[in-house]
């Protein structure tokens, strides 16, 4: 093997071709489910972000077939129901999904048709890593990917509830849950996910974040010089930003855009289940227990005495004298 | 029969009295007995995998069970036969354990409970109030985990509720799982430093004496009774 | 394309209208959203349906299918009456100012000429004044009332905003804002490129279609420069390769023409070819024809095509018609006079019109031959498949071969794009076990053909035993010896003709480019276009170099362009008439005094004098026709004709139907419906997620779009009680298909003439064969009928009915 690979910084550049070993892996994770004293890791690598240009997007699906080559995943070959979502949901099959919205704009009297790539957003407190039981199913990188390490998934689907998006999903076949990995393993060798490098109109592109942002904010100016006047990025402060964002023409309604959180976090339920519930219940578990074993070690234990012997003899003696 | 009837405020048909001398009573008949150890071994293997997914230095828990996936698809299976076992237990025992005046009064006094202070507690049938509080918060938190559980299941119920819906019943079931690991340790504490209960689970009776001083009006009526 | 794909990106103003590039060409359509994201440019989509391609887009306008003439001479009439005109451009690079016969004319949707039995123009009268100097009277002033300019100006009248919203159903706002965005760019800094496909094409008038956006650039002084042109989206990868290298039932290589049965000899043949000019010191480069044909003959026969035979002339076929276009051959097909039919990447079960008569067609010949990497409905048209493909098996007698081929990825070679771009490509991938590439099979069915007329003689066996075939491996022709011919070479030393003592090119020696081709058999070239994509400097069609200097999107150096590595064509007309840049930030080619150079190769002689030779080298005129003459045979402006099924009759002559001049065969006629019996109007298209008929054999692009549907908007389903993703028939006179419903905002109902008028958008890519989802084409549905020029069949326009099913053949 060669040296590493460098930190992709776009996924329209031709990657390296070299074989590389990879540059991202278990001593990059910042974040495991179910591991919270895990050491920082010796390095940070530069956080990245994946940007979905909704106004650039011509929902040519080519997304979802790079993803599908690229993880070898055989989504279902369905049936239509009326509308061009295909496969019809997100799927341990199908990572990434166009979404289509058909858009009166009361404002305009123009219609809309909005469409929008759904998929994991990468969160940076992500819901799904917080909810999980099992030890490094889920983890984080410190450039910002949610990885699933489906070696130690339960298949429990408790990911599912405490994401905000929607995202995961179980396979029936192997009962391990499935999302975008925003292609780590091409990012750790220097390449962008597949999504972005199949986009025929760059609507997906991926860079650090920071280029990122300065990117959508280009893209913005040019939707506000366009007449949409409150376009803006979807990188909800909810769950500490995100590492997949989004250019909307219409920032101020993320809602529009296929039920698309206006205002994501991970649900109160979820941090009152993993939160004050779970020190509460172990502290009441542990005192009890320790109560009881103190009790009993100290305590007078409640014995019958020979008194209490002898009154039921004496009464079941004089019962059977009554009833014979 | 009539008679019969009206004697059986407090006891049940199989409880009655074994030998005389010295004085055995029999409280569970065996199908009972063996009901309940199930049901004590699932309970306690569901807390056991409840706590390794609850709490993750318990995680390797799991291990018992063959590792997490195993411990996944099997916990709720446990809970089905839980669940099973504690109906079969309920419509055998919930006749005994409607709450009456008396137990009120048990209550009361609990502290002489503790300081076994026995002449100033009540006369009780078959169950006292804290075994009838076992009995009911063991019933409804089953209910619960039974009702919550079938919500997250996800295997077998991928989409039977909102995932909004699905948040509540993971935090109630865990939240009612506490619960019942506090009413376990409270039963099981119970029936150790209560000397000389544990033989009617076991063995089916308890000395003449226990049912003397714990459930006097149990032993009565059984002693009177001619079935 | 006059332009090329890379160039879009230079646009102010992108209008894809006849098209839906966003969706049939995304690769491509990255040139618009890079022109918008980069340059601010606007894209405008004039569709009957909002498409993916109007999600992106800045304004959309709809339309209804098949009224195109009339948008595009409204627009021409609003840019006219609000003098968004480019002036200088139309007055000297447009044949606006040459003066028409005072016999041409037009009355009721008809020009002069119509002959009612024939269905056809005498075309006399479409014709310039001649001067007695034998050149066109101009009258550069523009005051003549008899002027081409004038002509126009009185022809469009008709075309108000009004008319245009009565006739399209486009509301008036909508259509005056398109005017008014295309409008601004007649200004030399603003440039607005047309991109269309088959939404222009697939019409019994989709040359005049055509004509009418080309005849708007013009005006607005579009053509020639960075970001203009009129650029046609070619459909499949190399369906641009097809046309040039002729596979064409009327044209031999590098558009030249096979030879109709009255051109009996070589100089009757060349008498109308090699056209004069029109006007004085023009260059109609037309006039080397004959270099290119000789050395096309020469390249077909080598020593047997000499002088003293014609170069081989009698060897041609001759047409006794204009066409044996797949209409033509498929009426013929299902009349039993045709024996055997070679087909070779098509799939006519599912892509030519009336599939009814496709099918009775291919049941009563005798031999059928199908090419193809992949099944297809075509080759297994004789199979029953149920309602998808009911077929009595039993009564059908042809006989069947497949052979199976490489598909472009097993091979090498070029393609050649919509930009004309010959961009050559290696094998990607081994071919399965039985495939074979295409030129060996035709090597092998070549050798055995040769071989029995050796044997036996035969009626005529000279044009194939002479045939060259001087490949290294008989058998096997590789695509670089082909590619080498194509170019061409010196069959003699050429001399220089400013000094005999100066060889050229030695014998032997590839040509540079088509400008060394002669006329008296020293040379060969068998397609004079693609002459300079392998030349002695190699395989220029292999170039990988993309440096761009100064951004101009012309990557001079990337693989090779038809004709002389040109990536603009008519880029002279980039410039004034001094040879300056309209716009400098827009340089192509410049005059320096001496001669013309830039960024990209000059479509002009390069020391032509500027003010003395027009740009457009290819006409007769020297400039961009304005007035088609006798060019197209429905018209020499582009009139509003209906579809041949219409819900509206045409409202310039309630006697016409479709294109009075196209090609009907009787039986077909009896099959064309009116709008009483079936009263919505059905178009054709494609999707994103596959590729014609072949992607439903790939399990991923199967997954995105599995099954067959129509698209109707909410109003319809509301009329016709159809529910989202319900089960419905959709028939027309010729047959009839189940669908899934699609019911959306993005179809409207649209108000012609008074009248209610609904479109059911019924998309292409389903069949019996591969992993999607059974399902049907539009051609079960779609008449047989072309477009008057060309006879691309009418896909875009049609009659149907639709109605809700419960329990139908579908899942």
Known sequence: MTGLAPEPVTAAANPPVEPLETNLGARDVVRASAMPDLPAP?????????????????????????????????????????????????????????????????????????????????????????????PGAIVQYSNGIVDFIHENCIG??????????????????????????????????????????????????????????????????????????????????????????????????????????????????????KGANKTIGLAALGLAAAGAVLHGLFARANRVSAEDEAEAQALVDRSGEGSA | ????????????????????????????????????????????????????????????????????????????????????????????LVARNIPRHDDLVWLRHARDVMDQNEEKLPTLGKYNAGQKFVFWAMAGLILILLGTGTMIWHEVFPDLVSIPARRWAVLGHSVAAVLMGLTFILHVYAGIWTRGTLSAMTRGWVTGGWAWRHHRKWLKEVAGRRD | MTNSWTDIGNTDLAIVMGGNAAEAHPCGF?????????????????????????????????????????????????????????WEYVKNYTSAAFLVRDDYGWADGLFTGYNDETHSYDMTSWEYQIGDDGFAKVDPTLQDPRCVWNLLKAHVDIYTPEFVSNVCGTPVDRFLKVCEMIGETSATDKVMTSMYALGWTQHSKGSQNIRGMAMLQLILGNIGLRGGGVNALRGHSNIQGLTDIGLMSNLIPGYLNIPRDTEVDYAT????????????????????????????????????????????????????????????????????????????GFNPLLSFPNRAKVTEGLSKLKLLVVMDPLQTETAHFWENHGTFNDVDTASIQTEVLELPTTCFAEDEGALVNSGRWLQWHWAGATPPEMARRDIEIMANIFRRVRKLYEDEGGAFPDPILNLTWDYAEELAPTAAELAREMNGRALTDLLDPADPAKVLVPAGKQVKNFSQLRDDGSTMSGCWIYSGCWNEDGNMMARRDNTDPDNTGAFLNWAFAWPMNRRILYNRASADLQGKAWDPTRKLIE???????????????????????????????????????????????????????SPVENVLNPKLRGNPAARVFPDDL????????????????????????????????AALQPEFFVEISEQLAAERGIRLGQQVRVWSKRGEVWAKAVVTKRIRPLTCAGKTVHVVGIPLHWGFTGVARKGWGPNSLTPFVGDANIQTPEFKAFLVNIEPVEGGPLA
């Open chain 1, 42 to 134: 010796d390095r940070r690598l530069t956080e990245v972000a994946k940007l979905i240009d909704v106004s650039k997007c011509i929902g040519c699906k080519a997304c979802q077939s790079a993803c599908a080559e690229w993880n070898e995943t055989h989504p279902e070959i369905g049936v239509n129901t009326g509308v061009y979502e295909n496969p019809p949901d997100l799927s341990a099959e199908m990572f990434t999904l166009m979404r289509f919205t058909e858009y009166d704009n009361p404002a305009t009297g123009d219609f809309e048709w909005l469409i929008r790539k759904d998929g994991c957003m990468h969160c940076e407190e992500p819901g799904c890593l917080a909810a999980c039981p099992a």
């Open chain 1, 156 to 273: 429990c689907g408790y990911c599912i509830i405490g994401c905000p998006f929607d995202v995961p999903r179980i396979s029936p076949k192997d009962n391990r849950s499935y999302k975008c990995t925003l292609c780590s393993d091409r990012v750790g060798v220097g390449q962008g996910p597949a999504c972005a490098k199949a986009c025929p109109t760059q609507a997906i592109v991926f860079g650090t974040k920071t280029a990122m942002i300065e990117h959508a904010n280009d893209r913005i100016a040019d939707l506000k010089s366009r007449g949409y006047a409150n376009a803006g990025i979807y990188d909800p402060a909810g769950v500490g930003g995100t590492h997949v964002i989004y250019v909307l023409h219409h920032a101020d309604q993320p809602s529009l855009y296929s039920g698309l959180p206006d205002d994501p976090q991970v649900a109160s339920t979820v941090s009152a289940w």
């Open chain 2, 1 to 92: 029969m009539t008679q019969g009837m009206t004697r059986r405020h407090f006891s049940d048909r199989g409880d009655r009295i074994l030998d005389r001398d010295p004085v055995r009573v029999g409280r569970y008949r065996l199908f009972t007995r063996i009901n309940h150890w199930i049901i004590a071994a699932t309970t306690i293997l569901l807390l056991l995998s409840g706590l390794a997914f609850y709490w993750p230095p318990l995680f390797w828990l799991t291990a018992l069970f063959g590792g997490g996936q195993t411990a996944r698809w099997l916990h709720p299976i446990l809970g089905l036969v839980l669940a099973v076992g504690y109906l079969l237990m309920f419509v055998q």
């Open chain 3, 30 to 86: 990255k040139w618009v959203t890079e022109a918008k994201a980069n340059r601010g440019a606007r894209l405008i989509v004039v569709d009957p349906r909002f498409t993916r391609t109007a999600a992106v887009a800045d304004y959309y306008a709809p339309i209804r299918p098949g009224s195109d003439i009339a948008f595009l001479m409204g627009v021409i009439r609003w840019c006219i009456e609000n003098d968004k005109v480019q």
């Open chain 3, 269 to 344: 043949y060349m008498s109308t070819r090699a056209n004069k000019p029109l006007r004085p010191n023009q260059t109609s480069y037309w006039q080397n024809y004959g270099k290119f044909m000789v050395s096309f003959m020469k390249a077909m026969w080598g020593d047997a095509a000499t002088a003293e035979n014609d170069w081989a002339y009698h060897y041609l076929p001759k047409l006794d018609v204009p066409s044996y276009d797949i209409l033509r051959t498929f009426d013929m097909m299902a009349k039993g006079e045709v024996n055997l039919y070679f087909c070779q």
């Open chain 3, 591 to 645: 005059w320096d005094g001496e001669k013309w150079a830039g960024y990209d190769v000059p479509d002009m002689g390069v020391t032509a004098k500027p003010e003395e030779v027009m740009p457009f080298i290819m006409t007769n005129e020297g400039v961009g026709k304005l007035f088609s003459r006798k060019g197209m045979v429905d018209g020499p402006f582009p009139t509003h004709m209906e579809p041949f099924e």
């Open chain 3, 670 to 701: 009896a099959q064309m419906a009116t709008s009483d019996e079936f009263p919505f109007v059905g178009t054709s298209y494609r999707l994103t997620e596959h590729f014609h008929y072949w992607t439903k054999h790939n399990p991923v692009n």
